[in-house]
Each structure stands twice: as C-alpha cells, then as structure tokens.
C-alpha cells in the first residue's frame, strides 16, 4: 500500500496540470471508489462508494485555505460461515456521513517552486455517524447501529481542465486509500 501512494504521488506530480488549492468561495464535488477501513474479516466485501462536497470558506490563513463540507460513503460486505453443520451468511451494509473539514496547503509558498502552482494538497478531520445494518439469511435475526467514526485523511488532487479533475486520499477511519473525480463548481 506504501508504494502505491507513492506511485500515485508522482504520478500526480509529473503531470501538466491544473489544480490549485481550493480557495475562498470554491465549491468541489467528488465521487470515489475506496478500500472500506471498516472490520475487515469477512469473505467478501465491496468498495467503498463516497461522495464529498466542499466549500472554501475562507481566505488564506498562514499557509494554506480551509474548506469545510460533508461526506457520504457506502459499503457492503458478507460473512459466510458455519454453525451446528449448517452453512450460514450473514450481510453488512455501511452506511457513513457527516461533517468534515480540511486545510488545503499553498504549495507555492511552502515549496518556492512554481511548478507547485497546479497541485491542491490537503489534509483533514471527519466526525460523523456509521449506519451499520447486519442481516443473518438464516434466521430472522436483523441488528442495526448506529455509532460515531472519526477519520484523518490526507490527499491530493489535479485537474484535467478548470472543471473536472482526480484525486487520491488516504485515511484510516472511512476508507484506507479512495480514488476519484472532482468536479469544480
């Protein structure tokens, strides 16, 4: 996984492209398709499906801007297993949404380098809730919860055009690395 990011990292910066930090009055879209962080001992599971929505509320604060929105992500999984000789699955869906905020760093400034201009790097928090649902298809047993999911997630995107772009995060409490477009409103 180490690697890959830092494939991902240099991929990213040896790229023409255009991206700066999300600034005041922005607004940025993005849908994702992530490896979920969420108990990872079943059989199968599905990615992670995520939406994320910013706004850039403020002008420069030291090196960098903030952006504050929401996030809302999907996933599933299935557990097979057996119990007294008889084959039993059981199905878990995810569901999780909430605030979150991010600091978007000035990479002209920090770098000195102007080749940094096109590059939106990031790092924030998530506080928000994890809508579990867990079906036995044995039995009639069904359990839902509800708890809190905290996140710290760091990424970066670039652009193809002034509009439509990618990005990479890594985190740890919603998804382990999540993969995307971004859309520039």
Request: glycine content about 12%; hydrophobic content about 40%; overall charge negative.
């Amino acid at each position: 996984m180490k690697n890959l990011i830092i494939l991902l990292i240099l991929l990213v910066t040896s790229l023409s492209i255009n991206a700066q930090a999300l600034t005041y009055g922005e607004h940025s879209l993005g849908i994702g398709i992530g490896v979920p962080a969420i108990n990872n001992t079943h059989t199968s599971r599905s990615p992670a499906i995520t939406a994320t929505y910013e706004y850039g509320f403020s002008d420069k604060i030291g090196i960098g801007y903030i952006g504050g929105g929401a996030l809302l992500s999907f996933s599933g999984a299935e557990n097979e297993y057996t119990y007294i000789n008889t084959k039993h699955t059981s199905n878990y869906s995810n569901v999780i949404m909430g605030p979150r905020a991010a600091y978007h760093f000035d990479m002209v400034e920090l770098t000195g380098d102007n080749n940094w201009s096109n590059i939106d790097v990031y790092s924030g928090l998530f506080l928000g809730l994890n809508f579990q649902n867990h079906k036995y298809t044995n039995t009639e047993i069904k359990q839902n919860n509800t708890k809190l999911i905290t996140d710290i997630f760091a990424g970066i995107r670039y652009g193809f055009n002034d509009k439509l772009g990618a990005f990479a995060e890594v985190g740890f409490g919603v998804t382990y690395l999540n993969l995307g477009v971004n859309v520039r409103l």
